[in-house]
């Protein structure tokens, strides 16, 4: 059984930047297309980033394209979201989610195969 653990998260002021990490256990993500997606408080999961299998091919979000960089290190079974400029609407709980194929499918939460328990980023002054 796949686990994944986020950490990373934090309150952070406006235009600072964050790093979150995605750690996997118990099976490996070298085969997993690795997504990103957020919870802002009263309003659905949205998602904001994925990267393929082999790091190859990332996906952003029209919102967040630019600011966000996403990475993976296979051999840490570690993924990473990288997040620059944030603004008061980054606010949200972010997840990581493993889709166990190589190609990211986009961001509908119901392809993914794994969630962790989320990292609640706040951005406030």
């Known amino acids: 059984q796949l686990q994944l653990v986020e950490s990373g998260g934090g309150l952070v002021q406006p235009g600072g930047s964050l790093r979150l990490s995605c750690a996997a256990s118990?099976?490996?993500?070298?085969?997993?297309?690795i997504g990103w997606f957020r919870q802002p408080p009263g309003k659905a999961r949205e998602g904001v980033s994925c990267?393929?299998?082999?790091?190859?091919?990332?996906l952003y979000a029209d919102s967040v394209k630019g600011r966000f960089t996403i990475s993976r290190d296979n051999a840490k079974n570690t993924v990473y979201l990288q997040i620059n400029s944030l603004k008061p609407e980054d606010t949200a709980v972010y997840y990581c989610?493993?889709?166990?194929?190589?190609?990211?499918?986009?961001?509908?939460?119901?392809?993914?195969?794994?969630w962790g328990q989320g990292t609640q980023v706040t951005v406030s002054s």
């Open positions: 118990g099976l490996s993500l070298g085969a997993d297309a």
């Open positions: 989610a493993a889709y166990r194929g190589h190609s990211c499918p986009g961001f509908v939460p119901y392809e993914y195969d794994y």
């Open positions: 990267i393929s299998s082999s790091g190859g091919d990332t």
